[in-house]
């Protein structure tokens, strides 16, 4: 698990009016992004916003979904650091040489953990998520392929047959779209957090083993 990708590195070295400029077009498209449906938010909309012409924003970032990568990237690295490294269940705990000496955490806990982690920054960044994911780029960022190969770890630790194909199913929940209609249809975080933790706990196995298997 140590050579996971991760999301988009820190922006390179840049002059201080570049620098500027960058910090004021994120901060027009959070508010944007915030304010609407991410997908009506156009480059034109973030210009004005940030009070830059449309060269000057094309030149550092092609398209409407770039900017709202970079705005994602520092969230999700803190996530992906907290899974490689982390306490359990999140983490690997004495797995990844750390821990408090305990069994390292069941596939499916560790699974329902990371899900509690996504809707926590679903609930905080589902705006950011929708502008940066949209239709089959979601598939394409570093970010998904991270929890990807995670979750496909997961399921493979768990002796289920073909993680790969599995990895995408169990991610499918956490589409952005499907998160914010069940929050719009009054579903509270923590209900969310609960049936991912059964669907986990269901498939990975919990105290009576993975699916499909009687338990010990």
């Known amino acids: 698990m140590t050579e996971l990708p991760m999301a988009d590195g820190p922006p390179p070295r840049e002059r201080a009016d570049a620098a500027r400029n960058r910090a004021k077009v994120l ?6 992004f915030a304010a609407d449906d991410p997908a009506a938010v156009t480059m034109d909309d ?58 390292p955490p069941a596939p499916a806990e560790r699974l329902a953990a990371f899900y509690g982690a996504m809707v926590g920054l679903l609930e905080t960044h589902v705006h950011l998520v929708l502008g940066a994911e949209t239709g089959l780029a979601r598939y394409r960022t570093g970010a998904y392929a991270f929890w990807r190969l995670h979750v496909a770890h997961l399921a493979r630790q768990a002796g289920l047959a073909d993680p790969e ?22 579903l509270t975080p923590d209900r969310i957090t609960a049936g991912l933790a059964a669907l986990a706990h269901g498939v990975l196995g919990g105290s009576g083993g993975p699916a499909g298997r009687p338990g010990p």
């Not at 709202?68 to 040489?97: F, K, M, S, T, Y």
């Open 27 to 32: 901060a027009a498209a959070e508010r944007l």
């Open 165 to 186: 194909t599995l990895a995408d199913q169990l991610l499918a929940p956490l589409a952005p779209e499907l998160f914010r209609h069940q929050r719009d249809g009054g």
């Open 46 to 103: 973030i210009a004005r916003a940030a009070g830059i012409g449309r060269g000057t924003l094309y030149r550092r970032y092609p398209d409407r979904a770039s900017i709202a990568r970079a705005l994602l990237d520092e969230h999700e690295r803190a996530l992906q650091e907290q899974v490689l490294r982390g306490a359990p269940p999140l983490g690997p705990g004495d797995a990844a040489g750390g821990g408090t000496g305990g069994a």
